[in-house]
């Protein structure tokens, strides 16, 4: 038995190290674009892709004869080193060069950006941005838009060979419970087929937002952080400091389209026809929460104060609502002045809204709708005892034991919202500055509802505060059960 667990152990290093080298190989993009500009962080950046493809040489290298097919356990585990070690990778670069301009004492910032990005969340302790070389600002997007779709789903597409133990890896990594639809035969494929429509999203956001008026530098950027729902900026203001309506409007677009299922997408593409749009459970319900919030939200503001320019409130609130309900983390505006509903409605979309198979965060649509039907049944239940109503999920019957998944995902989510609140208070932090920081990074939220006053700014947090919401972060993006099953001493029984 020793022997088959350490045969396994050494294939899942030489998918580590095969990652680590995909890591070294995205580096190289920034690389060149330092060279272009002979702007400072070339050296930082030379140096994290060196070590990231050496180490990533050396694991593939050494352990290159061991291949294996991976357990449910070893794509859980693989996925939680995964993230570990790419997250140390990516943060070489912003670590040296916050240390040559004494900007940071310890490597915390430098962890807390490259989490950050890698699980699309957008919070940032940088300061300065506006300054930032501009490198680095397309380092930080770069990771974003590989953490949007998974950099594992990219490595899963050139390794074909994974087999069995791709297709769990991907589950892994993706959303769940997504729905079991396989788009080709081999999962290679699969993700390749995605990465395509990603790509191709990105692409035209791109033009679209150089048409809106950006220049192409800051359109790539945005393009990245829009696709992926991260809510990264090249500037200090985030998106206010464009003060464009075409902006704004290109950004709502291509947010939506992020924050639906990329399957969808894809059979959209494939069959060149809107019939599975129509099909997706979860999508009507995603653009009808949206549109009703900006409804409501813009009658309460219109209510507060009725002497305000309806136009502009209507695209202030319409902006908001689509970067914080997809999780996207954007901000156009200063909203200080909104009453508290709005900030708390805006932090409860930030839960629920956003599909499955898509790049937002949060509770997914899918769950919030399976848990509000399961309710309703026992409601029906207790009126009617003996009788029999399935739980539906448009076409499909819930079976039970996705049922007890969902509710415990939702119990597993609240201990984990209160725990973590808990630790920020203990460490000095106002309780509801530590709630909406840990809503915002569990939900990898961001900086999405910092102008409504909820969150504290990041960078003046402890570093043991920045660890703790970055806990928050990983354990969002990898939905909480994969991070959480490794604390079980059954996972690691023979």
Known sequence: MSSVRWRRGLALTHLLGAMLLVLGLAYLIPVAWSLLERDAALTPLLIGALCTLAAGALLWGVTRRHRAELSARDGCLLVVLTALALTVAAAIPFHLHLHAHALAETPTDALFEALSALTTTGATRLVDLDHLPRSLHLWRHLLQWLGGMGIIVLSVAILPW????????????????????????????????????????TIACLLALKMAGMGWFDALCHALSTLSLGGFSTRDANIAAFDSTAIEAVQIVFMLLAALNFTTHFLIVRHRSAAPLRRDTEAPWVLGAILFSVVLLGAVLWLTNPQSDVLHA????????????????FHAADHLAWPPFAGLWLALLCALVASSGSTGGGIKMVRTLILFRQTLRELLRMSHPRAVRP???????????????????????????????????????????????????????????????????????????????????????LELLIIFVLATPGFWRR
């Open 162 to 201: 994974l087999g069995v133990g791709g297709m769990q890896l991907f589950r892994s990594d993706t959303p769940g419970p997504m729905r079991e639809a396989q788009l080709a035969p081999r999962m290679a494929q699969t993700a390749r087929f995605l990465w395509s429509v990603y790509l191709g999203l």
């Open 314 to 329: 209507l695209r202030t609130v319409a902006f908001a609502t689509v970067s914080n309900a997809t999780t996207a983390g």
């Open 391 to 477: 739980l539906m999920l448009g076409p499909h019957v819930i079976a039970a034991p996705l049922i007890l998944a969902v509710l415990g995902f939702m119990l597993l989510y609240g201990v984990t919202l209160l725990g973590l609140t808990l630790a920020l208070v203990a460490t000095g932090l106002d309780t509801s500055a530590a709630l909406g920081a840990v809503m915002a990074c569990l939900n990898n939220n961001g900086a999405g509802l910092m102008p409504l006053g909820l969150l504290p700014e990041y960078a003046l947090l402890t570093d043991l505060q920045a660890w703790i919401l970055g806990f928050a972060m990983l354990a969002g993006r």
